[in-house]
């Protein structure tokens, strides 16, 4: 198994999906650590350095140094399932979905299951402003969706594959109980660093712009 999380990945009130999966005894072979770090202590934009976790010694293989669009084939070979554990909140400019999306590529390739353990959208509960155009396609918008799109991580993973925008990853996504998007989720710990309020994570669709 191999896990693409970010610090906000958890799976009690105070215990990390990693640190669970490692007390479990799973073979978490690798992390793949998106924007901000694994630990959520990097900046905006800040590149991210391959490391290894402080609490677990299990490798993290960055997908935001500047360099990295996708792992190398060596990483690739070494595990069978990906889970997908991260906070969204809900914008095309936002990069964990875009991190999602290069691995659901990837691992439709080397032919790894992709596990996606849904989670709230913040701002899932209305749909605003244009479609990318794709010839804009970049680091800070990677899918034709509208700047507040209105779903969950799921939910992108799922119509990616299904309207061709992702290559045919084997998916599994693991649903919200007691969530739909009439629910105003407000969120238990902050996303990323310039997110540290729920009344941010409202205005970012705006003042990101």
């Known amino acids: 198994v191999a896990v693409l999380a970010n610090h906000t990945a958890m799976f009690s009130a105070d215990e990390h999906l990693v640190d669970m999966l490692h007390r479990e005894g799973v073979n978490v072979v690798g992390i793949f650590s998106p924007e901000h770090g694994f630990r959520g202590r990097a900046e905006a934009g800040a590149a991210v350095v391959n490391s290894a976790d ?3 010694q299990i490798p993290i293989f960055s997908l935001y140094n500047g360099n990295t669009k996708r792992p190398s084939d060596e990483v690739m070979r070494s595990f069978d399932i990906l889970v997908v554990d991260m906070q969204d909140v809900g914008l095309r400019f936002y990069t964990y979905y875009i991190s999602m999306m290069r691995m659901i590529d990837a691992c439709a390739e080397y032919g790894a299951e992709v596990i996606v353990l849904d989670r709230p959208n913040p701002n899932g509960h209305y749909v605003d402003g244009p ?7 970049s680091g800070v918008g990677w899918l034709p969706i509208p700047v507040v799109h209105g779903l969950t991580m799921g939910e992108l993973a799922r119509m990616a594959i299904g309207e061709g925008w992702a290559k045919p990853a084997k998916l599994n996504v693991v649903e919200c109980r007691n969530y739909d998007h009439t629910t105003h989720y407000v969120l238990p710990i902050a996303p990323s660093p310039n997110l540290p309020t729920q009344h941010s994570i409202y205005l970012y669709p705006s003042t990101c712009l």
């Open 131 to 137: 479609i990318l155009d794709m010839k804009y396609k």
């Open 54 to 56: 402080e609490r677990t």
